[in-house]
T-cell receptor
């Protein structure tokens, strides 16, 4: 079975502060991990995926297989980062994404 | 392409009524997914199709829920009879194998059952 856990439903930081959204997963094989973001009144959209090893909007996420984690980080949060963030896992079944419960990030001015 | 299109955007219905949610995936995408979003459980996969064929419906909560994909450009999710606990936002998403593994989501249908 595959499972994704985001322990924080709500996370608040001030502008300019570092932010880390936690994601832990459970999967017996080699998963593909993603972060999706939903800004207010917009569609859920892909933010980044671990295989690309990219930085999007200043966010990075490193897959730690030992700790089975895929935390999302940004060194200096901006107000426009306020959104709902979902961590997701894809296992052997192509396309089938298992999402965590989501974290609402609020960045205060 | 306008992206994944869902209708209606909002639906309010009385308990016991039939509800039909509609989805038009992105042209050329061969996978289609139905998700339900609630505060308590987050995003749950209900069912997904590949080339119009249901592959995994293990997330469909009860027999009251059914989904069809009669062709590559249209899918429906039906709830009959609806109950207040079905109130949620229902998302449709599509993706294409062979391309980047990215699911494209519709704007969702907010269902309220009173």
């Amino acid at each position: 079975a595959q499972r994704v856990t985001q322990p924080e439903k709500l996370l608040s930081v001030f502008k300019g502060a570092p932010v880390e959204l936690k994601c832990n997963y459970s999967y017996s094989g080699s998963p593909e991990l993603f972060w999706y973001v939903q800004y207010s009144r917009q569609r859920l959209q892909l933010l980044l995926r671990h295989i690309s090893r990219e930085s999007i909007k200043g966010f990075t996420a490193d897959l730690n297989k030992g700790e089975t984690s895929f935390h999302l980080k940004k060194p200096f949060a901006q107000e426009e980062d306020s959104a709902m963030y979902y961590c997701a896992l894809m296992g052997a079944s192509y396309g089938k994404l298992t999402f965590g419960q989501g974290t609402i990030l609020t960045v205060h001015p | 392409d306008a992206g994944v299109i869902q209708s209606p955007r909002h639906e309010v219905t009385e308990m016991g009524q039939e509800v039909t949610l509609r989805c038009k995936p992105i042209s050329g995408h061969d996978y289609l997914f139905w998700y339900r979003q609630t505060m308590m459980r987050g995003l749950e996969l209900l069912i997904y199709f590949n080339n119009n064929v249901p592959i995994d419906d293990s997330g469909m909560p009860e027999d009251r829920f059914s989904a069809k994909m009669p062709n590559a450009s249209f899918s429906t999710l039906k709830i009959q009879p609806s109950e207040p606990r079905d109130s949620a936002v229902y998302f449709c998403a599509s993706s294409q194998r062979g391309g980047a593994t990215e699911a494209f989501f519709g704007q969702g249908t907010r269902l309220t059952v009173v």
